[in-house]
């Protein structure tokens, strides 16, 4: 069974970069198919997809949030990470990382329906 779980700064000041990491088990993120996503819900709002990183190192990323964001990975540690620049205290939420091997449409990516897998979620909290 495959596991996620999110790891990071819970606190995080503005102008700041939020830098969190996905540690992955019981499966490889090179496992072909498969694409690896940060999302979050921000309190009292739903789903956000932010981005995604495929089996093969591809990366996407919503155009909202593009010009801020960066999905990296690390295959030795069977990791990938988010970081998210210049925060604001809207940026505070619950971030999730998530995985599913099948095709979808924009509108999929945001519904819990989609993944295969998802982490706990790490609570984030932009302020000074």
């Known amino acids: 069974q495959v596991q996620l779980q999110e790891s990071g700064p819970g606190l995080v000041k503005p102008s700041q970069t939020l830098s969190l990491t996905c540690t992955v088990s019981?499966?490889?993120?090179?496992?072909?198919?498969?694409?690896w996503s940060w999302i979050r819900q921000p309190p009292g709002k739903g789903l956000e997809w932010m981005g995604v990183?495929?089996?093969?190192?591809?990366?996407y990323y919503s155009p909202s949030l593009k010009s801020r964001t960066s999905i990296s990975r690390d295959t030795s540690k069977n990791q990938f990470s988010l970081q998210l620049s210049s925060v604001t205290p809207e940026d505070t939420a619950v971030y999730y990382c998530?995985?599913?091997?099948?095709?979808?449409?924009?509108?999929?990516?945001?519904?819990?329906?989609?993944?295969?897998?998802w982490g706990q979620g790490t609570q984030v909290t932009v302020s000074s």
């Open positions: 990183i495929a089996y093969d190192g591809n990366t």
């Open positions: 998530a995985a599913s091997s099948r095709s979808a449409s924009y509108s999929d990516l945001g519904t819990r329906e989609y993944y295969d897998y």
């Open positions: 019981g499966g490889s993120i090179t496992t072909s198919y498969y694409a």
